[in-house]
Nanobody, 119 residues
Framework: QVQLVESGGGLVQPGGSLRLSCAAS????????MNWVRQAPGKGLEWVSG???????YYADSVKGRFTISRDNAKNTLYLQLNSLKPEDLAVYYC?????????????WGKGTLVTVSP
């Protein structure tokens, strides 16, 4: 069955870096558009970044120039490199698979990994 498992979160100081991973199973990652979405405490879901099956990448304005999405097809794993972290980046980060069909809806989600940015 389809499964997404995030890892790599943790506590980092402002200005620091982390790399999040999302291990996929049950489907071929490279065939799908994949997203990273985050949720800060007490707030709604915020789309962060996406990569198409053709490896075109997109970023929210709030993270552009600081975060990088990538994919290792051999490992069937999605990544999000987080640099120059700010306190407002504190959130649970989820990877999600975008449904085929062009609606943009996401049909499978991981359980998330927590990123805490604090001095």
């Amino acid at each position: 069955q389809v499964q997404l498992v995030e890892s790599g979160g943790g506590l980092v100081q402002p200005g620091g870096s982390l790399r999040l991973s999302c291990a996929a199973s049950g489907f071929t990652l490279s065939n799908y558009w994949m997203n990273w979405v985050r949720q800060a405490p007490g707030k709604g879901l915020e789309w962060v970044s996406g990569v198409t099956s053709g490896d075109i990448t997109y970023y929210a304005d709030s993270v552009k120039g600081r975060f990088t999405i990538s994919r290792d097809n051999a490992k069937n794993t999605l990544y999000l490199q987080l640099n120059s972290l700010k306190p407002e980046d504190l959130a649970v980060y989820y990877c999600a698979r975008v449904m085929v069909g062009g609606t943009g809806g996401m049909d499978y989600w991981g359980k998330g990994t927590l990123v805490t940015v604090s001095p």
